[in-house]
């Protein structure tokens, strides 16, 4: 009786331990199908992976810049809510990715050169000077929100959707006229180019 007792505990203990065997190959089989499911999702290009992060980063930085710009008297929650009632405004309207309408107003509205005043023999130059890519976009940004600011209609969201939609649409618009101006005086010196020596 007791060798058949033995026997029974031991054939339990076999059972077992390959129960458990099995478990951990089926948890290690299911780990490898996901693994492998990721690495199938994944874009088989680098170039293409590259370029889809380098979007999110922009976008992230673009609305990051622009909370910070909207923040008054450290009121960031209130500035991240009036963003984010403009991109809906702007999905309902377009129906299209709000992002991809400020981007193509941003590249519509990017300046490549500015005016630096230079001091030589007793005169006060402008000379033109080629700009950066983070200051491209912060004079971008400032002429839309100054451009708001300075119409006179009470509602902001309304005023700041209607300025995006001249420019992307109709390519108007009063921070499109800052622009010209600020170009048109590097156009006008452009003859003392040479006087840049930084």
């Given amino acids: 009786m007791e060798v058949k007792k033995n026997n029974m505990t031991y054939n339990n203990i076999i059972e077992n331990v390959n129960k458990i065997k ?4 089926l948890a290690l089989n299911q780990k490898k199908r996901k693994y492998f499911l990721k690495r199938k999702l ?3 290009n680098k170039k293409i992976r590259y370029q889809t992060r380098l979007k999110l980063v922009q976008k992230r930085y673009i609305f990051n ?3 910070n710009l909207l923040n008054k008297k450290g009121k960031k929650t209130k500035a991240y809510s009036i963003l984010l009632k403009i991109l809906i405004r702007l999905k309902l309207i377009t129906k299209k990715s709000p992002f991809f309408i400020i981007l193509s107003c941003i590249k519509k509205l990017k300046p490549y050169v500015k005016v630096v005043k230079i001091r030589k023999a007793g005169k006060v130059y402008e000379v033109p000077v080629p700009l950066n890519k983070k200051k491209q976009l912060f004079l971008v940004l400032m002429w839309i929100i100054k451009s708001v600011k300075n119409n006179n209609n009470s509602n902001f969201i309304k ?11 109709k390519k108007r618009g009063f921070s499109i006229k800052y622009k010209k101006e600020f170009i048109k005086k590097a156009y006008e010196n452009r003859a003392i180019t040479h006087f840049r020596w930084f």
């Fill in 159 to 169: 005023t700041f959707t209607n300025e995006i939609l001249n420019i992307y649409y």
């Fill in 65 to 67: 810049k622009f909370i």
């Fill in 22 to 25: 099995n478990f951990r190959e």
């Fill in 42 to 44: 994944r874009f088989k």
